[in-house]
Structures are given as structure tokens and as C-alpha cells.
């Protein structure tokens, strides 16, 4: 767990080093035209420049999403937190199956190359596990943390 916060700590720093907060007056028409084409209720909207695209920030109602667009307006990444009742039940069944003593503490669903993929992260009090999942419940990924 300490070198989880280390970890955490350095991406961060890293992070604000790399990327750039912007005004919704410094977007791209293309991008926030993009944006607000799928997004018109979001809430809490923050912009940045991560290298050469635009990330953003933002929520819809409890979920927090994060957005990748490039300077066409195409969105290159999506990452959304869900909570463990928004799962596919696929990925419902390994869990219960393969983790059945584990509770779910963190998931994240992740758009990127037109694939989706869920990160689920649990705990059982003694170890954590991070397991990528793709959409038809196959584990792809999983380590223990």
C-alpha cells in the first residue's frame, strides 16, 4: 500500500508537470463541439492539455468520466467510474466466482481503440487484487496489489 501512495504521489507530480489547465475559451471549437454533442448535463467541467490533446474532466450526476479528444474533435480515450452494480453480469459472475470472498472497492471502465475494458480493484481486508476485464467477463489482466 505505501508504494501505492509513492506511486500515486510520483504520477501526480508527474501529471501536473505534463499536462496544462485550460479556460473553455482556449478549446477548439471542433473539441468542445464534440463534447458537448454527447455531454450537454455534465457538470464540474475542468479542461486540460495532456501533450498534444485535450483532456476532460467532469460529472455526471456521482460518475466521474475523463475524456482524451484530439484536436479534431475525435475522441481518442474514455474513462468513466462506475460502481460494482454497473458491471456487465459477466464480469459479475467471475467476480463472485473467482473472488468470492473479496468486496469490490474501485472500478473504472475504459473505452480506447473502439474496445472496452472494465479495471476492477478488491479487497478481502488481507490482500488486493487489480483485474482487467474485457466486456464478455474474460479476465485479461489481473496482479495482485
Not at 479542461?47 to 484530439?70: A, H
Not at 481503440?113 to 467477463?137: H, L, M, P, Q, R
Request: charged share 35%.
Amino acid at each position: 500500500m505505501k508504494e501505492l501512495k509513492i506511486f500515486m504521489l510520483f504520477l501526480f507530480a508527474t501529471s501536473v508537470a505534463v499536462a496544462q489547465d485550460l479556460n473553455t475559451s482556449d478549446i477548439p471549437e471542433e473539441v468542445s463541439n464534440a463534447f458537448a454533442k454527447d455531454n450537454a448535463n455534465a457538470q464540474h467541467v475542468e479542461w486540460e492539455r495532456d501533450k498534444e490533446n485535450y483532456k476532460v474532466e467532469f460529472y455526471m450526476g456521482l460518475s466521474e468520466t475523463e475524456i482524451w479528444y484530439d484536436e479534431l474533435g475525435t475522441m481518442i480515450k474514455k474513462k468513466q467510474d462506475l460502481n460494482a452494480e454497473q458491471l456487465p453480469q459477466s464480469i459479475s459472475e467471475v467476480l463472485k466466482s473467482e473472488f468470492k470472498d473479496y468486496r469490490v472497492d474501485d472500478v473504472d471502465m475504459v473505452w480506447l481503440d473502439n474496445a472496452t475494458t472494465y479495471n476492477v480493484e478488491v479487497d478481502n481486508g488481507k490482500e488486493e487484487w487489480e483485474i482487467t476485464f474485457d466486456s464478455d467477463g474474460k479476465i485479461l489482466e489481473k496482479r495482485r496489489d
